[in-house]
């Protein structure tokens, strides 16, 4: 019944590897976001997804690449990780690309990167 | 640019006791105002929102928060604290101009028995 969910819940791996983090929203949303939360508690939006169509895509280097296969899916890939990648990375969800809906987070995954 | 400051990192409250978590904004224009709370190792959970009309806006779990233009302030208060109150607030302010919100650093609330 999780309304929002995010695989895998942490993440550990090597500087210079590439990988994803996955996310799955059952609500029936039009639109998806991820934000990074860094060590500090600090949340900032990345990138927001309308229907399949990037919308937000903040000051992230491009080593960073949201992946829609469809409406319910969100996923982000990092390339060539860095250390200062090592934070909580949440996904959320509304019902239309209107910032008076409710977004609804999932759980969070937590990445290291060693 | 907007803006959000959150004054008081972290609070210390006993159980039963009233509680107001201070917010700050910076915005050209009436603002959109949210609170969202966070448990330990959760995500985070919209308490309330305000766009428009009555200033004192009611939340879930007995939160309420009251917007004040002149004061620049969103502050948001409790009557009585439970224990699983305990947990990190944050303040947010938009939208942006991506139709974004812009968070606060967040205040962790530590409820005493």
């Known amino acids: 019944d999780t309304a929002v969910s995010q695989t895998p819940k942490y993440l550990v791996t090597q500087m210079g590897n590439d990988k994803s983090i996955k996310c799955e929203q059952n609500l029936g949303h039009d639109t998806m976001y991820w934000y990074k939360q860094d060590s500090k508690k600090f949340l900032k939006i990345m990138f927001s997804y309308n229907n399949k169509e990037l919308i937000i895509n903040e000051t992230v280097p491009n080593r960073f690449s949201p992946k829609s296969p469809d409406k319910a899916h969100l996923n982000l890939h990092i390339n060539s990780l860095e250390l200062g990648d090592s934070a909580v990375y949440f996904c959320?969800?509304?019902?239309?690309?209107?910032?008076?809906?409710?977004?609804?987070f999932g759980p969070g995954t937590r990445l290291l990167v060693l | 640019a907007q803006s959000v400051t959150q004054p008081d990192i972290h609070i210390t409250v006993s159980e039963g006791a009233s509680l107001e978590l201070r917010c700050n904004y910076s915005y050209g224009a009436t603002p959109y105002l949210f609170w969202y709370v966070q448990s330990p190792g959760q995500g985070l959970q919209l308490l309330l929102k305000?766009?428009?009309?009555?200033?004192l806006v009611q939340g879930i779990k007995g939160f309420e928060a009251e917007f004040k233009r002149s004061q620049s302030s969103f502050n948001l208060r409790k009557p009585s604290v439970h224990w699983s109150d305990a947990a990190e607030y944050f303040c947010a302010v938009g939208p942006g101009n991506n139709n974004d919100m812009r968070f606060g650093a967040g205040t962790r609330l530590t409820v005493k028995p």
């Open positions: 305000y766009f428009s009309g009555d200033t």
């Open positions: 959320a969800s509304s019902q239309v690309y209107n910032l008076q809906e409710t977004q609804y």
